[in-house]
């Protein structure tokens, strides 16, 4: 069974410092992997997606997330956070075939003080 | 371009009553997905149709059905409403083929008292 680790339930950054979000997947195979931001009251929006190929992907908003097969991870980073980074960000895995769902982490929530 | 839209926003239901919540794919997808989202939760997969039909099902009760239109719309009903049913239900489209890349909708609010 497919499964995420989202091991940071909370995390505050100052506007200007790195941000870095853990994600550890479980699958039998390579995954799909994705990442998710929710801002409060709304739906997700997708940031950005691993499916096969350089294991650093570039993503929207200027944040970037890197696959270690070794690891089981894919973390998200962004080198700088604006205030308007602060949101719930999920790491999504999704499988391949004929398995269609997405199986979320638990989230990780961002605080941004100025 | 529109993107998924759903309906309502917000709902409130009682205990025992039967809900529908309505989905509209993103423009040119062609496949519905739909996810219950408890509070301090991540998303959970209820069920997934293309062509008009259930393709995958994730763990939930048959109280949970859903349907899906030729114009790809879908529908998700819930039937005997629990407490435990209060979430927020996410409807996401893709297109067959594009790696399961799904695009979410603002999603519904459910309260059931």
């Known amino acids: 069974a497919q499964s995420v680790t989202q091991p940071d339930i909370h995390i505050t950054v100052s506007e200007g410092a790195s941000l870095e979000l853990r994600c550890n997947y479980s699958y039998g195979a390579t995954p799909y992997l994705f990442w998710y931001v929710q801002s409060p009251g709304q739906g997700l929006q997708l940031l950005l997606k691993y499916f096969s190929g350089d294991t650093l992907v570039q993503g929207i908003k200027g944040f970037e997330a890197e696959f270690k097969r070794s690891q089981s991870s894919f973390n998200l980073r962004k080198p700088s956070v604006h205030w308007s980074d602060a949101a719930e960000y999920f790491c999504a895995v999704g499988g391949r075939s004929n398995d269609y769902k997405l199986s979320f982490g638990a989230g990780t929530t961002v605080t941004v003080r100025a | 371009d529109a993107g998924v839209t759903q309906s309502p926003t917000h709902l409130i239901k009682t205990r025992g009553q039967q809900v529908t919540l309505r989905c509209s794919p993103k423009s040119g997808h062609d496949t519905v997905s739909w996810y219950q989202q408890a509070l301090g939760q991540g998303p959970q997969f209820i069920f997934q149709?293309?062509?008009?039909?259930?393709?995958q099902r994730g763990n939930f009760p048959d109280r949970f059905s859903g349907h899906q239109f030729p114009n790809y719309s879908s529908e998700l009903n819930v039937n005997a409403l629990l407490l435990g049913d209060s979430a927020l239900y996410l409807c996401a489209s893709s297109l067959k083929g594009t790696g399961y890349e799904q695009y979410f909708g603002p999603g519904t609010r459910l309260t059931v008292t």
């Open positions: 149709y293309y062509e008009e039909e259930e393709r």
